[in-house]
């Protein structure tokens, strides 16, 4: 059977995933691969309807951290049946920004939910689909919050959240960085664009068994 790549972006907000994802899908259609980005919470117009009520003004800050969980993982449940699955099994690459490790970072560690908890719910919906690589791209809390005023002030209560939460964010990502570090690349994300870009391009190609890099 084909089996495409599956490539995720992690850290926290304002890391600049969003513009290295464009760098990266361009990167690899000149390179004669079909791409398919998607993000979570969403992918999927319900699992969009989802991410909308966690990041809803006046009910997101209410969820509880289980109730998180559960509505990120509903919408990933059906992320992956209806978009990451078909395309991997259609030979393509699926670009992803932020994937199970925001769960286990934003809802395991910093709230601490119940870490059986979560991996239940990791066993049940991914099963074994798990990234090929994941890039964390890595800032400090402080210019996490620079650049958070520098695209107009906070979106939503994650973006209004104190430079520790930020900080813990940060670790968490590290943290699984370190525990995984076949699957896992960081990349310090204060660092020239193109720069950046140039280091992911040259670490998917080179997994991916490509000869150039
Ligand atoms: P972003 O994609 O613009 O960074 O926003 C998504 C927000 O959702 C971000 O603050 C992290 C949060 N989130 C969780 O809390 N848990 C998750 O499992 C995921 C994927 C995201």
Same mark, same amino acid.
């Given at each position: 059977?084909? @089996? &495409?790549?599956?490539?995720?972006? #992690?850290? $926290?907000?304002? /890391?600049?995933?969003?513009?290295?994802?464009?760098?990266?899908?361009?990167?690899?259609? !000149? #390179?004669?691969?079909?791409?398919? +980005?998607?993000?979570? *919470?969403? $992918?999927? *117009?319900?699992?969009?309807?989802?991410?909308?009520?966690?990041?809803?003004?006046?009910?997101? *800050?209410?969820?509880? *951290?289980?109730? !998180?969980?559960?509505?990120?993982?509903?919408?990933?449940?059906?992320?992956? /049946?209806? %978009?990451?699955?078909?395309?991997? /099994?259609? &030979?393509?690459? +699926?670009?992803?920004?932020?994937?199970?490790?925001?769960?286990?970072?934003?809802?395991?560690?910093?709230?601490?939910?119940?870490?059986?908890?979560?991996?239940?719910?990791?066993?049940?919906? %991914? =099963?074994?689909?798990?990234?090929?690589?994941?890039?964390?791209?890595?800032?400090?809390?402080?210019?996490?919050? @620079?650049?958070?005023?520098?695209?107009? &002030?906070? @979106? =939503?209560?994650?973006?209004?959240?104190?430079? /520790?939460?930020?900080?813990?964010?940060?670790?968490?990502?590290?943290?699984?960085?370190?525990? #995984?570090?076949?699957?896992?690349?960081?990349?310090?994300?204060?660092? =020239?664009?193109?720069?950046?870009?140039?280091?992911?391009? @040259?670490?998917?190609?080179?997994?991916?068994?490509?000869?150039?890099?």
């Amino acid at each position: 059977m084909t @089996k &495409g790549y599956f490539i995720t972006l #992690e850290g $926290g907000e304002g /890391a600049g995933k969003t513009t290295q994802i464009e760098h990266l899908r361009e990167a690899l259609i !000149q #390179e004669g691969h079909s791409v398919v +980005v998607t993000r979570e *919470p969403g $992918g999927t *117009p319900a699992a969009e309807t989802l991410r909308d009520l966690l990041s809803h003004e006046e009910f997101g *800050p209410e969820w509880t *951290p289980d109730a !998180q969980a559960l509505l990120v993982y509903a919408a990933r449940s059906m992320h992956i /049946a209806d %978009i990451i699955k078909p395309a991997l /099994a259609q &030979g393509r690459i +699926v670009i992803c920004d932020r994937y199970v490790d925001s769960t286990r970072v934003y809802q395991g560690e910093v709230q601490h939910i119940n870490p059986f908890f979560l991996q239940a719910l990791e066993v049940q919906i %991914i =099963d074994d689909v798990m990234p090929d690589i994941t890039f964390v791209l890595d800032i400090p809390s402080e210019e996490t919050i @620079k650049r958070i005023e520098e695209r107009g &002030g906070a @979106k =939503d209560h994650y973006d209004k959240a104190s430079a /520790a939460f930020h900080e813990k964010i940060r670790q968490g990502f590290l943290n699984i960085a370190e525990h #995984e570090t076949e699957r896992c690349h960081i990349i310090n994300a204060v660092q =020239d664009e193109m720069k950046i870009a140039q280091e992911m391009r @040259k670490k998917v190609i080179e997994l991916m068994g490509g000869a150039d890099a």
